[in-house]
């Protein structure tokens, strides 16, 4: 195959974020790991799963099966914790701040 430039694999969905030259690859990685730790650990998880399942992608069984995981997500005791706290404009209570 041929091989494609950073811009391009980015537009084809391959890589979700690009470093540019002169920043640091370290800072980039520290930037998407506080991202990441702003999901609720659990809803984490279940969204793994739930996208390893339904690879590499979803036909209609999946679609209801995808949508009772989500429902009995949004039922879990963190999912509640997480929706209170939106609504009282906390932190969510697994956000760890330094």
């Known amino acids: 195959g041929r091989r494609l430039g950073a811009a391009e694999a980015k537009a084809c969905g391959l890589v979700h974020t690009l470093v540019s ?13 506080i991202e990441l730790l702003q999901a ?25 099966y995808t949508a009772r995981a989500i429902a009995e997500t949004r039922s879990t005791e963190e999912a509640q914790a997480g929706l209170r706290s939106f609504f ?11």
Not at 54 to 64: F, I, T
């Open 40 to 64: 609720g650990p659990e809803a984490a998880r279940r969204t793994k799963a739930l996208l390893l399942k339904a690879a590499p992608l979803p036909d209609s069984d999946w679609m209801e």
């Open 21 to 33: 030259p002169g920043s640091t690859l370290e800072k980039s990685i520290e930037e998407q790991t």
């Open 88 to 98: 009282a404009k906390t932190p969510a209570p697994w956000i760890v701040t330094p």
